[in-house]
């Protein structure tokens, strides 16, 4: 079963969440995905259609002028100053 448990042993995770940071804080219009497959992490526009047989890890989406956020499953959030 996919989880974010096991996506965090993942030697791209944390490399994905910098992403997903920097391109929601480029575009404060556009939510940014972060998918795991079991194999991979991926980083897509959250309009974009997932990755086949993946979950979604976490959102990022600008929060104000300084900070974007990071939304999980279990509704846990964390904040990154930009």
């Known amino acids: ?3 974010e448990q096991k996506a965090v042993l993942h030697p791209a995770y944390n ?3 910098l992403t997903a940071v920097r391109r929601a804080a480029d575009d404060p219009t556009t939510c940014i995905s972060v998918y ?3 194999e991979a992490v991926f ?3 959250s309009n974009a259609a997932p990755p086949p ?3 979604c890890i976490c ?3 600008r929060w104000d002028a300084d900070t974007v956020q990071l939304r999980f499953a279990g509704a846990r959030s964390e904040w990154v100053k930009i």
């Open 1 to 3: 079963m996919l989880s």
């Open 15 to 17: 490399d994905s969440l």
């Open 36 to 38: 795991w497959d079991g």
């Open 43 to 45: 980083v897509r526009t």
């Open 53 to 55: 047989r993946s979950i």
């Open 59 to 61: 959102v990022a989406q």
